[in-house]
């Protein structure tokens, strides 16, 4: 099975396909994720991981169209992107999105959300990844409400879904 490091960095993952908008040691190939369609096959990748990259990107909706047609039927996307009140969303200029527990609804369930999106995921798993400060409140019951009213409680979102044709 071959499996996608979506957006590296220097992050390079043995076993996988690096791929990053810059070339550092390890990448296997560089372009511009803003750049549709991805120089990538239909149905090539059986799972993609991408970590603090989708922030960065123009059209959201649109790089999970690509994703979804670059992975197999039953292929796994994990994706880490920064929770919306913490500092670390919002101390990098290069950030162009921000993102809530709520934001990838759209693709895994019916919603009424004002884009239509063809594409169709399973959802596998959400995991709030708390702060430091976070971690003082042990559950996810507790910090997801204290997040709506003080920032620095969430730090990420992990998100795992599974694609499906």
Known sequence: MKKLNFGCGQDIKPDYINIDISQFK???KTFDFNIF???????EFGEIYSSNVLE??????RVMKELHRITQADGIIR???PYYNCYGAFNDLTHKHY??????EPFYKKT???YSIQEKFELVSLKL???RLGKIFLFDFIRLPLSFIFGQIIQAIDLTLIVKK
């Open 26 to 28: 390890g990448v296997d």
């Open 37 to 43: 369609p991805y120089s990538f096959n239909n149905n």
């Open 56 to 61: 960065h990107l123009d059209d959201i909706p």
């Open 79 to 81: 994706m880490i992107v």
């Open 99 to 104: 993102f809530s527990h709520l934001s990838f």
């Open 112 to 114: 009424s959300a004002n």
């Open 129 to 131: 990844i708390p702060t």
